[in-house]
T-cell receptor
Framework: AQSVTQPDIHITVSEGASLELRCNYS??????LFWYVQSPGQGLQLLLK??????LVQGIKGFEAEFKRSQSSFNLRKPSVHWSDAAEYFC??????????????FGKGTMLLVSP | DVKVTQSSRYLVKRTGEKVFLECVQD?????MFWYRQDPGLGLRLIYF???????EKGDIPEGYSVSREKKERFSLILESASTNQTSMYLC????????????FGEGSRLTVL
């Protein structure tokens, strides 16, 4: 079964500093990979996704992620963090079944704190 | 934009009560999902549905049931609420065909006393 590991429960970054959130997955085939963000009291918003092709994916709000098959990783990065980026971030892997429907398996999330 | 609407943002119920959580999506998506979110545990899939009147168990279906009578509406039912079902419940919808991308509602925070 597919699984997703986010090794960092909390990360604190100074405003203006760079950010990297780690994500490792376990899946037999080429995965569909996602990063979602959740602000306090809100649902999840899609930041970016990888299906195939270029392994460096650009998303919204200045985020990017790189798919590395050899490391089974899909780390999220941002060159300069803003205070409004403080939120919880979830990595997810998608499984598409033969029937055509799909499910997502999520990591446990990384809480990003931004210090002034 | 895709809109997934969960009718109740906050609910407080008593142990043993029957609880209905309603979710409506406006994008004609075939697939709909109910997740439960708890601190330190991330999102766990309770049930999903890929067609009207169809349902599949997720990872933690015990104590829950679902209903999908219309394509746009997917309800989560707690037949007899218990305190360990106090949680945030997230509904999502998605289209079939290979992308797996899901669109989420804002969540329903349920407290069972």
């Amino acid at each position: 079964a597919q699984s997703v590991t986010q090794p960092d429960i909390h990360i604190t970054v100074s405003e203006g500093a760079s950010l990297e959130l780690r994500c490792n997955y376990s899946y037999g085939a080429t995965p569909y990979l996602f990063w979602y963000v959740q602000s306090p009291g809100q649902g999840l918003q899609l930041l970016l996704k990888y299906f195939s092709g270029d392994t460096l994916v650009q998303g919204i709000k200045g985020f990017e992620a790189e798919f590395k098959r050899s490391q089974s990783s899909f780390n999220l990065r941002k060159p300069s963090v803003h205070w409004s980026d403080a939120a919880e971030y979830f990595c997810a892997v998608g499984l598409v079944l033969n029937s055509g429907y799909s499910t997502l398996t999520f990591g446990k999330g990384t809480m990003l704190l931004v210090s002034p | 934009d895709v809109k997934v609407t969960q009718s109740s943002r906050y609910l407080v119920k008593r142990t043993g009560e029957k609880v209905f959580l309603e979710c409506v999506q406006d994008m004609d998506h075939e697939n709909m999902f109910w997740y439960r979110q708890d601190p330190g545990l991330g999102l766990r899939l309770i049930y999903f549905s890929y067609d009207v009147k169809m349902k599949e168990k997720g990872d933690i279906p015990e104590g829950y049931s679902v209903s999908r009578e219309k394509k746009e509406r997917f309800s989560l039912i707690l037949e007899s609420a218990s305190t360990n079902q106090t949680s945030m419940y997230l509904c999502a919808s998605g289209a079939p065909g290979g992308t797996g991308e899901l669109f989420f509602g804002e969540g329903s925070r349920l407290t069972v006393l």
